[in-house]
Nanobody
Framework: QVQLVESGGGLVQAGGSLRLSCAAS????????MGWFRQAPGKEREFVAG????????YYGDSVKGRFTISKDNAKNTVYLQTNTLKPEDTAVYYC???????????????????WGQGTQVTVSS
């Protein structure tokens, strides 16, 4: 198993930026594809971004394309989510997730993620 701990959330004004981090421990981090999801009050959990095992391929939800960037540092057992040009509608609890993957390059579908962190709150004021 892998344990995930998010950090970096907070309160920011619209147009601002935050960098979220997710530190992993347990089994070999490089064996996992990683992702970020979010859930706002009263809404379903939403896929935000995903990245392949080797960090070479990334994909994003439509609502964050061009504003958010996911990256993976296998040497530091950490995945990041750089969030730019934040909007009030980005307000949510952001969760880090992991999925075991046999391929270094393949994108993992959102429904495959099966390890989750506790989440970090991001609040964007208008």
């Amino acid at each position: 198993q892998v344990q995930l701990v998010e950090s970096g959330g907070g309160l920011v004004q619209a147009g601002g930026s935050l960098r979220l981090s997710c530190a992993a421990s347990g089994r070999t981090f490089s064996s996992y594809a990683m992702g970020w999801f979010r859930q706002a009050p009263g809404k379903e959990r939403e896929f935000v971004a995903g990245i392949s095992r080797n960090g070479g391929n990334a994909y994003y939800g439509d609502s964050v394309k061009g504003r958010f960037t996911i990256s993976k540092d296998n040497a530091k057992n950490t995945v990041y989510l750089q969030t730019n040009t934040l909007k009030p509608e980005d307000t949510a609890v952001y969760y880090c997730a992991a999925a075991e993957s046999t391929s270094y390059h393949t994108i993992v579908p959102p429904q495959r993620y099966n390890y989750w962190g506790q989440g970090t709150q991001v609040t964007v004021s208008s």
